[in-house]
Each structure stands twice: as C-alpha cells, then as structure tokens.
C-alpha cells in the first residue's frame, strides 16, 4: 500500500474561497455554525434513470437529479452539500479506477476543515451511480462530467464571483495542440495553471507529457511529472478534485514508481502570489472573468495592464506573463473583450510588448459550450518573444461527440500603436479588408466627427419619463427611433419607453441641441448588421429646440463647425456592409462602444466625396454598396 500523502491543509486558504460566502454564514444562527445541518432531502425524483445508458447519460441525468435536489437544501448549505456529494461521487470513481489493486493507492486525503454535509438517500445513491459510471469513462471526459455537476451544483453566488466554468475536454485538447505549434515541448516544459478548477488541463497535460516521454523509466517520469507541474486554486474542494484526476490519469505510472505524487496543486488566492521570475514554459488555462475592485495594493502589482475598470481574466493574463519564462508560451481561454474594448488597452500594450499571439481560436457558439456562459470565448497563444510576424487565426465549431469544425481564417498582425484594438479577419475572405484597414491612417476624427455615447440612463430618470409633451418636455430618444434602414422615426413603443423626458433644474447635461448621427450601441445577435446608423433630422431638432438621448446610442457629432464629410453621407456610409464587415474585424461583440468607432481605420475623407454623386442621382442601394466597397480597396 502506498501512504497517504498529506495534503496541503491551511485554514487561511480554505478561507480564502469560503470569503465568498462570508454573508451568508454571518446570517446563519450561531446553533448552524456549530453543527453539520442534514437537509430534508426526501424527493420522489426518477433514480432509475441513473441506473441504465450510458456513462455519459447517467452522468448527465444524474446532474439534473443532483441540481433538483441540491434545490431542497438550505441556501446555506449548498456549498457544503455540492461539496459533500461531489466528494462522494469522486470516492466512488476512485475506488473503482483504482481497483484495490496492489499496491494500494487510497483515495488522497480532502482538506480538512470544511464541514461536511451528511449525505441522505436518495442523493447518497446517487452519487455512487455517478461515481461508478465516471470510473467507466476516460478520465479527463469524466473529471469534466464531475465537475459539471460541482459546478451546477455551486450556489450561483459563488460561481459568478469566482467565473466557476469549467473547459470541455474538446477544447482543452485544441489548446493543447495550440502550445505545441507555439513551441511547448512536452519532453521538457514546466507548466502551470493559475485557476486549475476541477484539472481540466492539469490532468491532460500530464497524460501528454507521459506519452511523449515513454522512453523514460517509470520512476525518472514519476519525478518528470512531480517537478514540472503546478497547479494553483483558490477553492479547496477543486484543488483537491484536481489532484485526485491527476492521479487517476498517472495511475500506472505511480503504481510502477511505486509513489504517489506529491502535492502540485496549491490553494491560494493566484493573483496574490509573490511576484516570481518567469519559470513556466507553458502558463495554461480557462481564467476567471468579471470585474473586480482591487486593493491598492493589488493595483500597484498590475498596474502596468491595467486602464479603469480592472476585470479577473486581464489580471490574470498579466499574471501569466509574470510567470512564464521569455520564450515561454501562455494557453489561455478567455473573453473576446480584450481584443478591442478600451479598459483593456494597456493589457494589449503589455502583450504586444511582451507576449504577442501566436494563434487566435474563436469559439461558435454561444450556448452549451460552457454551461450558462454568454460571453464571446476564444482561445489564445502567446509566445513571451519581442515579435511575432503574424498571427493565425481559426473559428472552432465544436461540433457532434467530441469533435471540432476548425476553419482557417488567417492571419493578422498588431497594429503599429500596441494599444490600438486589434484587427483579425472573421474570415479567410477578409484577409484582404484588414490589410487595407492596416493601411488606412484616417479615423472618424479625420472626418471632422467625434463620438459619445447618450447621456441619459433611463432607470435612474423613471420619474421623469411622461407620454406626453409639455413646456418642460423634451422629445427622449430610444435606440428604436433608429430603424434598420437607416432611417429616424420618432417612437417609444417599446415596454417602460416613454416619448417624453421632463427636464428638472441641473438637467442642462442631458440636453442635446446639435445635429448628430445617431448609431445603435447594441445589437441583437441574428441582427445582420452591427452599425445601424440615422441621422436626427435638424428640423426636428429646431422644432424642439433641443433632445434627450438614452444610453443605448452612440451620438456621432462634428468636433467644430463644418465637417469635411456631410452627416448624410456619413451615415449612409456607416450603414453600408462593407464598413459593418470592416467594424467586425475589430469587435465580434454585439456592443459598439464609441471608443471602437472612433478606431475604426477608414479610407482617406476625401475618397468619399465620390460617395456624394452616388447617393444624389440615384436611389440605388447596389450602386451605392459598390462605390464604398471599392473604398475599402488597398
Ligand atoms: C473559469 S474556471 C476554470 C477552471 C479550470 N482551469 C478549467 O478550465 O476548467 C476559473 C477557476 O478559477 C478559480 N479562481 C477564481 N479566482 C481565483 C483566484 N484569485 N486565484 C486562484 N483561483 C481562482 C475558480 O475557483 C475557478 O475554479
């Protein structure tokens, strides 16, 4: 039998992630504090339906099962019940993977101080189906389908504060393969991963760096994967998860070496660590997301990635590139965002500088990908070099199985100002567009316009909203008086929309009473066209005096006087496709903040006063798309 090795057991730790349910816990009665609550959990759920299919299926099933019942337990409890059955679904799948074959590996030991739940029928069942049918799966699928069901199971609290999502198998694999091309060689390379949650690229690592090392004895790759791994966590129970799959994953070899491992995986707030020399060849993983107010103290650290609003996934890309080696490579999953919004210009300065991509993956698909994840995912390599020629770029469908479409979109290159949003082909076909955006200089400032976006924020003003006009009214603009057509009509048929805004002493700032195109800030998904774009008439304003105009629209408007380009050609040339494409090799999002507009490379301004002759003579939209596309050629 091999000895439990201990596990890394620290109170400070443990309170870190259990912080975040520090409100709930100063609500509970000093009686709950004390002891374990056992929850009434006696429901007539299908059990059945784990019993019989396939590993994959009962797992599933037995997710939703779990979740129905976790419903039942006291909001206060929840995290010590996902815990405690996950805990017991993971004793189960061990025992079973290891098979009380000798020498005997016994399950590695939990952290100690969090309190147990005491697990009733039927969850205590339904844990071991689960567990059973895990043991039945390849490891790493089954370490996800484990830690779906922790996850799903996490009060929604917690997970939304830490970003608890879990990478699928699919996509871990395609990073994987990623940091190979990047140059990762996993004869040699150090790795870690900075949030490793359940394991989901800890284990696989391992299990590459064993197939890509069969010629070492089993005890020289013990010692390989005891140095060369590290994993941090600020979730005990995930930690421990993931060092249990990594020793399911190495079972063979530590049976062979007759060790187990040691512990890798440390809980500990990541973005606290001690600064440290770059030492990894590969920093990898999914990071949190979200914004995060930070401690000065924690804003000195990052200050050199950081511009306003500080969000978890930058801190730790900044933190990644602390860590890994120069020439080192970091695998990340992570929101599109960063690729264009403005609060992360100083983070694409730091990775221009210091670790340009290497490859850019986009994720197509909005739902199922991660459980309950809306944000535009992608994912990313970045070598720790002075230069990069180009970038590749693909779109992964994650497709029927465990498959994935990949289609080659590209490449692309930084651009000259490393703070600038990048620009990336959302198609081979675009290849062309941005080499002719990198060559254009201008900018909508060029043209005499600058952009802002509408003061009003309706649901601080609820009061002030009327259906009808009266001296101290102003006509209120909503993003639907901006048709698709590009026309404007006045209207607020839309729920909690009123036509009118009533102006109150100090309301000066919410007035509007110059001309102005009016460009959409948000768009639906299915919506064909990202900028849709209407002028405001200038009667209309002169009959009113003056508008209101609500947060959800961009206000182009001319810096001073007269503007080299005519607002009706401005906006005419908006809303034509081409510069919709041009403005999505910059922003995949639905949202058109001003600060993309503003840099978005537009031909020279005095090319489009071709435009002009176009929209006069005739009405034909055909003509008018060719005149604009044909602007837009290098
Ligand atoms: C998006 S999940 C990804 C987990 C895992 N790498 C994967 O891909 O499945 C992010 C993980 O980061 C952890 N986390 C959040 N904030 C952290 C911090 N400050 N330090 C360490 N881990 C953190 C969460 O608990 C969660 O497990």
Not at 201 to 228: C, K, M, T
Not at 488 to 514: C, M, Q, T
Request: net charge positive.
């Amino acid at each position: 039998m091999i000895e439990q090795t201990g596990w890394a057991q620290d109170s400070l730790l443990e309170q870190a992630f259990c912080d975040a349910e520090a409100p709930i816990r100063q609500r509970r009665s000093g009686k709950l504090q004390n002891q374990n609550r056992i929850a009434q959990v006696a429901l007539d759920l299908p059990l059945e339906v784990c019993e019989s299919g396939s590993p994959e299926e009962i797992l599933a099933s037995g997710r939703v099962l779990a979740r129905a019942l976790a419903a039942h337990v006291a909001q206060e409890d929840r995290l010590f019940f996902a815990r405690s059955f996950c805990g017991s679904v993971i004793a189960t799948f061990w025992s079973s993977v290891e098979g009380n074959r000798a020498p005997h590996i016994p399950l590695r030991g939990q952290f100690t101080n969090h309190r147990s739940f005491e697990m009733q029928e039927p969850a205590a069942s339904l844990a071991v189906s689960m567990g059973k049918a895990a043991a039945r799966m390849d490891v790493i699928a089954a370490s996800y389908c484990i830690g779906a069901a922790y996850t799903a199971l996490l009060p929604e609290q917690m997970r939304s504060r830490w970003g608890v999502y879990y990478t699928p198998p699919t996509l871990v694999h395609r990073l994987l393969d990623a940091a190979t091309i990047a140059g990762v060689d996993w004869r040699s390379c150090r790795v870690l991963d900075p949030a490793c949650g359940g394991g989901a690229f800890l284990a696989p690592v391992a299990a590459r760096i064993v197939a890509e090392n069969h010629h070492l004895s089993a005890g020289e790759l013990f010692d390989a994967l005891s140095r060369r791994l590290r994993g941090l966590e600020i979730d005990p129970f995930a930690a421990w998860a993931s060092q249990v799959f990594l020793d399911a994953v190495v079972l063979d070899v530590c049976r062979e070496a007759g060790r187990r491992l040691p512990v890798v995986v440390e809980v500990c707030n990541s973005l606290l660590q001690p600064a440290a020399e770059g030492e990894f060849d590969l920093v990898i993983g999914n990071p949190p997301y979200g914004r995060v107010t930070l401690k000065p103290e924690v804003r000195k650290r990052y200050a050199r990635s950081l511009y306003g609003h500080a969000n978890l996934y930058g801190l730790f890309t900044d933190l990644a590139a602390q860590l890994a080696r120069r020439g080192g490579v970091i695998a990340y999953v992570t929101p599109t965002s960063f690729l264009a919004g403005e609060y992360f210009k100083s983070l694409r300065a730091l990775l221009a500088e210091d670790a340009p991509p290497v490859n850019i993956d986009f994720v197509v698909a909005r739902k199922g990908v991660f459980e309950d994840v809306l944000q535009e995912t992608l994912l990313a390599t970045y070598k720790r070099a002075k230069r990069i020629a180009s970038a590749s770029v693909h779109f992964i469908v994650p497709a029927m199985g465990d498959s994935l479409v990949v289609e080659p979109a590209g490449t692309f290159s930084l651009p000259c100002r490393s703070s600038d949003p990048w620009l990336i082909p959302r198609s081979a076909d675009e290849e062309p567009l941005v080499a002719a955006l990198r060559s254009f200089k201008h900018r909508l400032r060029d043209y005499g316009y600058e952009v802002s976006t509408g003061p009003l924020v309706w649901n601080r003003h609820k009061r002030q909203l009327r259906r009808t006009a009266s001296a101290r009214t102003l006509p209120l603009i909503w993003a639907e008086s901006v048709t698709s057509n590009g026309e404007f009509v006045f209207r607020a048929g839309k729920k909690n929309h009123e036509p009118y805004f009533e102006i109150h002493a100090g309301d000066d700032w919410l007035k509007s009473d110059r001309p102005c195109i009016l460009l959409q800030r948000t768009t639906a998904k299915e919506q064909n066209r990202r900028l849709i774009a209407a002028e405001l008439p200038k009667r209309f304003l002169s009959e009113n005096g003056a508008v209101v105009i609500e947060n959800h629209l961009n206000m182009i408007r001319p810096i001073n006087g007269t503007p080299q380009i005519q607002a009706r050609i401005l906006t005419a040339f908006l809303n034509s496709e081409i510069v919709d494409r041009a403005f999505r090799c910059i922003s995949g999002s639905v949202a058109v903040s001003a600060y993309e507009l503003e840099a978005l490379p537009l031909p020279p301004p005095e090319r489009l006063l071709t435009l002009r002759d176009s929209l006069r003579s005739t009405g034909d939209r055909k003509a008018f798309e060719a005149r604009c596309a044909a602007l837009f050629q290098a």
